[in-house]
């Protein structure tokens, strides 16, 4: 069975483009999509993602929340935690939620496929 990447992001432009560029990248894996921190957790409790790339602000429930509360159902998910503000301000509140990077995403292109690669090794450890 493929390994799963679950891209979270409440901009649907963001997340298609990553989605697509992280397919291309890694096309052993199945990418899926959640726009929300809620949906994020429903789809984790039936796909199991190996890798969340998830965004910390999000409509309703944070990213910080959603990646406790996936981190609880699913503790073998390794996450990267991103925003678009200064990521420095939320890297002690991820970290304790679980999430093993954090990533500006004026960053995305310079560092995110290096990340997932780390992440999607770790996870098959």
């Given at each position: 069975m493929p390994r799963t990447i679950l891209i979270v992001?409440?901009?649907?432009?963001?997340?298609?483009?990553?989605?697509?560029w992280v397919a291309a990248s890694f096309p052993d894996?199945?990418?899926?999509?959640?726009?929300s921190g809620?949906?994020?957790?429903?789809l984790s409790s039936t796909e199991f993602p190996d890798v969340v790339l998830m965004d910390i602000k999000l409509p309703g429930i944070n990213g910080i929340d959603a990646a406790r509360q996936i981190r609880a159902r699913c503790?073998?998910?390794?996450?990267i935690v991103m925003s678009q503000h200064d990521?420095?301000?939320?890297?002690?509140?991820?970290?304790e939620a679980g999430a093993?990077?954090?990533?500006?995403?004026?960053?995305?292109?310079?560092?995110?496929?290096?990340?997932?690669k780390v992440q999607l090794e770790q996870a098959a450890t």
């Amino acid at each position: 069975m493929p390994r799963t990447i679950l891209i979270v992001d409440d901009h649907e432009a963001l997340r298609r483009a990553l989605h697509s560029w992280v397919a291309a990248s890694f096309p052993d894996c199945r990418c899926i999509e959640a726009a929300s921190g809620e949906e994020a957790i429903a789809l984790s409790s039936t796909e199991f993602p190996d890798v969340v790339l998830m965004d910390i602000k999000l409509p309703g429930i944070n990213g910080i929340d959603a990646a406790r509360q996936i981190r609880a159902r699913c503790p073998a998910s390794r996450f990267i935690v991103m925003s678009q503000h200064d990521i420095s301000q939320f890297v002690r509140s991820a970290e304790e939620a679980g999430a093993h990077a954090c990533l500006a995403k004026q960053d995305i292109y310079a560092r995110l496929l290096p990340m997932i690669k780390v992440q999607l090794e770790q996870a098959a450890t």
